[in-house]
């Protein structure tokens, strides 16, 4: 049974930083994307895919709005995925989520979209603000 389970959030001031954690199980192969999401505060707010990263080749993407500042990382001893946020700013705050999707790179593209990721945890909120 795959698990996810997201730590690290809280209130920070803009500028400053954040690692967020997702911490696995259940995963038996290393044919998985990770995936983190944000959803923004307020009716209608999608869950967006801010970074991803494959378990395998380690391939992985970075929304435009997150690029040069935030990285996606993985440690292998720990089956922890690692989102380290940086510069943030208010327009990050939201409820950060880590998903995990079956990916095989031979055969299709990084998932970008929640409909793509099966598995998920529950969340962790981040605050930006002074």
């Known amino acids: 049974q795959v698990q996810l389970v997201e730590s690290g959030g809280g209130l920070v001031r803009p500028g400053g930083s954040l690692r967020l954690s997702c911490a696995t199980s259940?995963?038996?192969?290393?044919?998985?994307?990770i995936g983190w999401f944000r959803q923004a505060p307020g009716p209608g707010k999608e869950r967006e895919e801010v970074a991803c990263k494959s378990l395998s080749d380690g391939s992985f993407y970075y929304a435009d709005s997150v690029k040069g500042r935030f990285t996606i990382s993985r440690d292998n001893g720990k089956n922890t995925v690692y989102l380290q946020m940086n510069s943030l700013k208010s327009e990050d705050t939201g409820i950060y989520y880590c998903?995990?999707?079956?990916?095989?790179?031979?055969?299709?593209?990084?998932?970008?979209?929640?409909?793509?990721?099966?598995?998920w945890g529950q969340g962790t909120q981040v605050t930006v603000s002074s």
């Open positions: 259940g995963l038996t192969t290393d044919y998985y994307a």
């Open positions: 998903a995990a999707a079956q990916y095989y790179s031979d055969y299709q593209a990084l998932p970008r979209t929640k409909n793509e990721y099966a598995y």
